[in-house]
């Protein structure tokens, strides 16, 4: 059995990895109509971009078709300090490692633990239990632009007074 150990920043939690409008999550029309990815937060991506590299830097060479293809156990040390319960941030944890491809898919999760301990970071230790391969993970998302704001009332009125100006 393989043990895989990565040390990560702390991620946003699942509640702010979509961009949010008013108050409200915001869903592209496409994201509507079949249910497809909404917009990620900015925040997000600036940490799956760090973070990315960062695997990268602590896993070179990983293959394409997953470090670990089967069955796994996690551990996951989180630091004292950390606001909230634990399972805000494993979301954003798992597709990390999927995108990375360090675990193929994060259905292959067959033991897991977690632990608060003394630390800045985020400890994520993996241990491969061998195992038949697992199908490739189908969720691969990818982000959109975010959609232009609507112009306020006082701007079309302008707009309207520049083109009643331009016309005559």
Same mark, same amino acid.
């Given at each position: 059995?393989?043990?895989?150990?990565?040390?990560? $920043?702390? $991620?946003?939690?699942?509640?702010?990895?979509?961009?949010?409008?008013?108050?409200?999550?915001?869903?592209?029309?496409?994201?509507?109509?079949?249910?497809?990815?909404?917009?990620?937060? #900015?925040?997000?991506?600036?940490? %799956? /971009?760090?973070?990315?590299?960062?695997?990268?830097?602590?896993?070179?060479?990983? $293959?394409?078709?997953?470090?670990?293809?089967?069955?796994?156990?996690?551990?996951? #040390?989180?630091?004292?300090?950390?606001?909230? /319960?634990?399972?805000?941030? #494993?979301?954003?944890?798992?597709?990390?490692?999927?995108?990375?491809?360090?675990?193929?898919?994060?259905?292959?999760?067959?033991?897991? #633990?977690?632990? !608060?301990? /003394?630390?800045?970071?985020?400890?994520?230790? %993996?241990? /491969?239990?061998?195992?038949?391969?697992?199908?490739?993970?189908?969720? !691969?998302?990818?982000?959109?632009?975010?959609?232009?704001?609507? $112009?306020?009332?006082?701007?079309?009125?302008?707009?309207?007074?520049?083109?009643?100006?331009?016309?005559?």
């Amino acid at each position: 059995m393989n043990t895989v150990a990565i040390n990560l $920043p702390l $991620p946003p939690t699942a509640n702010h990895m979509w961009q949010h409008q008013s108050g409200r999550m915001k869903v592209s029309k496409t994201g509507k109509r079949f249910s497809s990815p909404v917009t990620l937060s #900015e925040t997000y991506k600036a940490w %799956l /971009d760090k973070a990315g590299w960062i695997v990268r830097q602590q896993i070179p060479g990983i $293959p394409a078709d997953g470090l670990i293809q089967g069955r796994f156990s996690v551990r996951i #040390e989180y630091p004292l300090v950390l606001r909230g /319960d634990e399972d805000a941030y #494993e979301k954003p944890l798992f597709d990390l490692l999927e995108r990375m491809n360090v675990v193929r898919n994060d259905r292959g999760i067959y033991g897991h #633990e977690v632990a !608060r301990v /003394d630390r800045q970071d985020v400890l994520i230790l %993996l241990t /491969d239990l061998g195992g038949p391969p697992l199908p490739v993970s189908t969720k !691969r998302r990818t982000w959109s632009k975010p959609r232009p704001k609507r $112009p306020t009332a006082g701007q079309i009125a302008r707009i309207h007074k520049l083109r009643a100006r331009v016309m005559f």
